[in-house]
């Protein structure tokens, strides 16, 4: 994304206006040897109250980054999001599954049938609900449908609105991974993270062992193919 973010933290006591002043004073002194056309550095002074209470980490093991996501989005942060106190659940990292409509020029050429067209079908003959991507001549296009019934098979059985013709007939559609727009890592090993808010008025000893019993249990009936740490608790 062409950013870079450092943190430093300080020893509960430290007279934070002096020492914001030095650390703005040492940025400014290795600006001017930064890469050209480097925007200036910013110093930004941030709450503890602002970090994550709990950092949770899903890590494969005989499974895929994705099958951990999949656990993240559809068990665990159901289950954290139900326990009073706190404010925010957040997934960092792993991987997204997306479905994926690949149309072959030719084809789409010789039956005069253009993208916008095919974004119609699928709109019209789903709904409305983020779905993927399409690819025609090398440029992707974000396209929509629903939750209700997204399958391939469903899919490529679309009709074009006023021809005679399915998605089918126009190219390919599968599965692909999502783009990452973040990663994150455990020990050097890609995983799949959760942050964890509590709110203000919370005990962090009662939401630490809520979220402890949660992960505790998943990890008892949970896959073999990832297990679950917790790597922060604050």
Do not use: W
């Given at each position: 994304q062409g950013i870079s973010v450092i943190t430093v933290q300080f020893a509960w006591g430290?007279?934070?206006t002096v020492t914001g002043a030095e650390l703005r004073e040492a940025v400014d002194r290795v600006y001017t040897v930064l890469p050209e056309h480097t925007d200036r550095p910013m110093v930004v002074s941030r709450s503890a109250d602002t970090e994550?209470?709990?950092?949770?980490?899903?890590?494969?093991?005989?499974?895929?980054?994705?099958?951990?996501?999949?656990?993240?989005?559809?068990?665990?942060?159901t289950k954290l999001r139900h326990i009073p106190g706190i404010s925010g659940v957040l997934r960092v990292g792993g991987e997204e599954q997306e479905i994926t409509v690949e149309m072959d020029p030719l084809l789409s050429s010789a039956r005069n049938t253009d993208i916008?067209?095919?974004?119609?079908?699928?709109?019209?003959?789903?709904?409305?609900?983020?779905?993927?991507?399409?690819?025609?001549?090398?440029?992707?296009y974000q396209v929509s449908a629903a939750?209700?019934?997204?399958?391939?098979?469903?899919?490529?059985?679309?009709?074009?609105?006023?021809?005679?013709?399915?998605i089918r007939d126009?190219?390919?559609?599968?599965?692909?991974?999502?783009?990452?727009?973040?990663i994150s890592s455990f020990r050097g090993k890609e995983c799949t993270g959760v942050l964890v808010w509590k709110t203000d008025q919370s005990s962090p000893v009662r939401i630490s062992r809520e979220v402890r019993r949660v992960v505790?249990?998943?990890?008892?009936?949970g896959s073999p193919s990832f297990r679950i740490e917790i790597v922060r608790d604050s």
């Open positions: 430290t007279d934070m994550p209470m709990m950092v949770i980490a899903l890590i494969p093991e005989a499974g895929t980054l994705l099958q951990a996501t999949e656990f993240a989005e559809t068990t665990l942060i916008l067209e095919v974004a119609r079908a699928i709109s019209e003959g789903t709904g409305e609900y983020s779905l993927g991507s399409i690819v025609h001549r090398d440029i992707e939750p209700e019934d997204t399958s391939l098979e469903t899919l490529r059985n679309l009709p074009i609105p006023g021809k005679q013709m399915k126009l190219g390919k559609v599968g599965l692909s991974i999502k783009e990452q727009t973040s505790r249990e998943l990890g008892r009936s």
